[in-house]
């Protein structure tokens, strides 16, 4: 019954910005940490934000390098990935995952709950 639904992906030129939203139904998304997953063509998935349920606290990767945020509006039921000058790079399916547990987290392992992703493209 849990739903993630992400959306707001699409084709953009390096330098550009993009907002990632992802809707959750059917659990109580304010008790959980969220984050946000990708996998580029070729590579393995990989860790990008998380945050937590209360969103004082988030993490993020090193290869984002500061350009990107995670947010949470726990009103709406929806977190966001906000992402700066985009690169190449950065080019991939972008997943919205729900934690296990209040506290965020880098691992997979962690989040029970997925969406099915939604297209990033950077063109250079």
């Known amino acids: 019954q849990v739903q993630l639904v992400e959306s707001g992906g699409g084709l953009v030129q390096a330098g550009d910005s993009l907002r990632l939203s992802c809707a959750v139904s059917g659990r109580t998304f304010s008790s959980y940490a969220m984050g946000w997953f990708r996998r580029a063509p070729g590579k393995e998935r990989e860790f990008v934000a998380t945050?937590?349920?209360?969103?004082?606290?988030?993490y993020y990767a090193d290869s984002v390098k500061g350009r990107i945020t995670i947010s949470r509006d726990n009103a709406r039921n929806a977190v966001y990935l906000q992402m700066n000058n985009l690169e190449p790079e950065d080019t991939a399916v972008y997943y919205c995952?729900?934690?296990?547990?209040?506290?965020?987290?880098?691992?997979?392992?962690?989040?029970?709950?997925w969406g099915l992703g939604t297209q990033v493209t950077v063109s250079s």
């Open positions: 945050i937590t349920s209360s969103g004082r606290n988030t």
């Open positions: 995952a729900g934690g296990k547990y209040s506290t965020g987290s880098l691992s997979a392992n962690d989040y029970n709950y």
